[in-house]
């Protein structure tokens, strides 16, 4: 436990009482580590005075403190006092492959904001876990001994409905979970058949063949097409069939082709001109395709 002794310093923090820094630290056997950082504290609160002190006297006393004992504090405040969780600083990195000396006052300045934030904040200045961390003997003030004996029954009440709620929601999920088992088990006893059976017997997905229905006619994005959007997609089609032949290898005998012998559709042109599908418009082309139908009706009504 902490000895306490008067001083003549102020208190700067009136709302709480009490003040708290690191000043200082103890090196370790290792020269770039640390084993104890060093806790000042200067308050008029009674928890840390011994009966020899008056009501109105400061007393100061320096605590040396590891690297646990602040994540121990730091953590239960958080856990108790939730509310400070996104306030309280954080705390500097436990592990570090190579420490050095810039190391070690970095994790100093953390600790000395930590406890100064907590000392300046009147909710958790007096708290059960920020003195336990400093080690004040609880039995210095009865009032605190009472809020402290209270606080741990009822941090203990707490715990004690988490883990019932746990285990709670442990077995009904068991109980849920052999119940199921149990509805499952007599289906398979009464249908005599297991769960591989009950498994076989699904019905298998259905097919439909699509080619037997008459399904409407739909453009490149999804949308229903009318008789005449039909008639002119048919349209299109031959043109685009026209245009690949025209582009292609021209060969004896196919449309676009031109020998010596054969004569072209447009003779009454000039002689120079030459069949040009892609110049065609759609006039032309319909009459093109009337004349070429016309054609092979008058050579079948030959035979």
């Not at 289906?187 to 097919?207: C, I, V």
């Not at 005449?228 to 245009?243: C, H, M, N, P």
Request: a negative charge; aromatic letters at 8%; glycine letters at 2%.
């Amino acid at each position: 436990m902490v000895i306490a002794q008067k001083t003549t310093r102020l208190v700067k923090n009136r709302r709480t009482g009490i003040d708290a820094s690191v000043p200082s630290y103890e090196r370790a056997d290792n020269p770039r580590d640390v084993k104890f950082y060093h806790v000042l504290v200067v308050t008029n609160l009674p928890h840390p005075k011994s009966g020899e002190f008056a009501a109105e006297d400061v007393v100061q006393f320096m605590v040396p403190r590891s690297y646990e004992a602040f994540e121990k504090m730091h953590s239960e405040i958080i856990q108790y006092y939730p509310q400070f969780k996104s306030q309280l600083p954080v705390l500097p990195r436990k592990i570090v492959l190579f420490p050095t000396v810039d190391t070690v006052k970095e994790r100093q300045k953390a600790f000395n904001a930590l406890v100064e934030f907590i000392a300046n904040t009147e909710k958790i200045a007096k708290c059960v876990p920020f003195f336990d961390f400093l080690e004040v003997d609880p039995t210095g003030d009865k009032t605190y001994l009472k809020l402290r004996n209270s606080w741990l029954k009822e941090q203990e009440e707490k715990k004690a409905k988490s883990d019932k709620f746990q285990a709670d929601s442990s077995d009904l999920f068991l109980d849920n979970q052999n119940d199921e088992d149990d509805i499952l088990a007599d289906l398979d006893k009464e249908a005599g058949t297991g769960a591989a059976s009950r498994r076989s017997n699904m019905p298998k997905a259905y097919h439909m063949d699509l080619e037997e229905y008459d399904l409407p006619e739909l453009d490149t994005h999804g949308n229903l097409l009318n008789e005449e959007d039909s008639e002119i997609l048919k349209v299109q089609d031959d043109v685009d069939d026209l245009l690949k032949i025209s582009t292609g290898t021209k060969q004896k005998g196919v449309v676009g082709y031109k020998s010596k012998k054969s004569e072209s559709l447009f003779d009454e042109e000039e002689e120079d001109s030459k069949f040009n599908v892609q110049s065609m418009n759609t006039d032309d082309i319909l009459k093109y395709i009337s004349v070429n139908q016309k054609d092979e009706d008058d050579d079948l009504n030959l035979f």
